[in-house]
């Protein structure tokens, strides 16, 4: 069993940055792939990052790519999205998730098992 925990929202600006964080529970933390995913109202949960449960490798959106950026820290059991350069249309409720995986990255949600409760990101114009 995981427990996920993210944190880090806010309202901010357009242009502005945020770094959000997702805490995880357990021992076996480094087992895991971890991916951030976002959903916007009236719109289907999309895919935004994802990481290897190493680190070694990255995914990213096209509507992301260049302007966000993945990491973890296997010895904190925490993942990180550095978002920058942000605009209206990244607004929604960003949620990290896992899966126990070989190092290989997901970008489809159905193929996670771990998800946290959500944080809401609002950037205004």
């Known amino acids: 069993q995981v427990q996920l925990v993210e944190s880090g929202g806010g309202l901010v600006q357009a242009g502005d940055s945020l770094r959000l964080s997702c805490a995880a529970s357990?021992?076996?933390?480094?087992?895991?792939?971890m991916g951030w995913f976002r959903q916007a109202p009236g719109k289907e949960r999309e895919f935004v990052a994802a990481?290897?449960?190493?680190?070694?490798?990255?995914a990213y959106a096209d509507s992301v790519k260049g302007r966000f950026s993945i990491s973890r820290d296997n010895a904190k059991n925490t993942v990180y999205l550095q978002m920058n350069s942000l605009k209206p249309e990244d607004t929604a409720v960003y949620y990290c998730?896992?899966?126990?995986?070989?190092?290989?990255?997901?970008?489809?949600?159905?193929?996670?098992?771990?998800w946290g409760q959500g944080t809401q990101v609002t950037v205004s114009s």
């Open positions: 998730a896992a899966r126990y995986d070989v190092d290989l990255v997901r970008s489809n949600p159905q193929l996670y098992n771990y």
């Open positions: 357990g021992r076996t933390f480094s087992s895991y792939g």
């Open positions: 990481i290897s449960r190493s680190g070694g490798r990255t």
